[in-house]
T-cell receptor, first 114, second 114 residues
Framework: KAGVTQTPRYLIKTRGQQVTLSCSPISGHRSVSWYQQTPGQGLQFLFE???????NKGNFPGRFSGRQFSNSRSEMNVSTLELGDSALYLCASSLVGGSNYGYTFGSGTRLTVV | DQQVKQNSPSLSVQEGRISILNCDYTNSMFDYFLWYKKYPAEGPTFLISISSIKDKNEDGRFTVFLNKSAKHLSLHIVPSQPGDSAVYFC?????????????FGKGTHLIIQP
């Protein structure tokens, strides 16, 4: 079965621009979570969507937003990009969210802000 | 404040020997713990998990031990193989629906030497 698909794999943007990343979860999975990975901070939780609703949110500024569509696909948007937003952005899907069903991660989108 | 800590950024182990990766947590609300393995340019891959009602969970070469009173868990890999060389992340969650998704440690880079 197909895994979690994230597009694009690599992206270079200029400071001040905005960017949209996409995540297609495993078929049947309704929960999609987003994480940011940086060398200094490790993996940090951004937000989780379930049935098109944001269910949980991490400690990130409002420039980071997301949405989920009726087919469970999710997009993440970052506006007014800063150099510090350069990171690997990972998406994870699970059946309903919560620990007992496990999370499957995509390969990530490597965002570089210059 | 880091709620999940992996104090060893790297660990070198000889092939065939036991690898022991450690993880400490501070939030007593966490009730489910997971280990993920990550290769460069790929997303984390789920390895093994343990519920707080257990103190040990085994899956093939991988065993996770949980000491709730010490807020400590460890991952044992026996015997270690070259393909085990990767970054290992410990993660924790409050399955009752906390706001933070999975909380990750910063990872331990395991190097298996021939």
């Amino acid at each position: 079965k197909a895994g979690v698909t994230q597009t694009p794999r690599y992206l270079i943007k200029t400071r001040g621009q905005q960017v949209t990343l996409s995540c297609s979860p495993i078929s049947g999975h309704r929960s999609v979570s987003w994480y940011q990975q940086t060398p200094g901070q490790g993996l940090q939780f951004l937000f989780e969507y379930f049935s098109e609703t944001q269910r949980n949110k991490g400690n990130f500024p409002g420039r980071f937003s997301g949405r989920q569509f009726s087919n469970s696909r999710s997009e993440m948007n970052v506006s007014t990009l800063e150099l510090g937003d350069s990171a690997l952005y990972l998406c994870a899907s699970s059946l309903v969210g919560g620990s007992n069903y496990g999370y499957t991660f995509g390969s990530g989108t490597r965002l570089t802000v210059v | 404040d880091q709620q999940v800590k992996q104090n060893s950024p790297s660990l070198s182990v000889q092939e065939g020997r036991i690898s022991i990766l450690n993880c400490d947590y501070t939030n007593s609300m966490f009730d489910y713990f997971l280990w993920y393995k990550k290769y460069p340019a790929e997303g984390p891959t789920f390895l093994i998990s343990i519920s707080s009602i257990k103190d040990k969970n085994e899956d093939g070469r991988f065993t996770v031990f949980l000491n709730k009173s010490a807020k400590h868990l460890s991952l044992h890999i026996v015997p270690s193989q070259p393909g085990d060389s990767a970054v290992y992340f410990c993660a924790a969650i409050y399955s009752g629906g906390g706001a933070d998704g999975l909380t990750f440690g910063k990872g331990t880079h395991l190097i298996i030497q021939p």
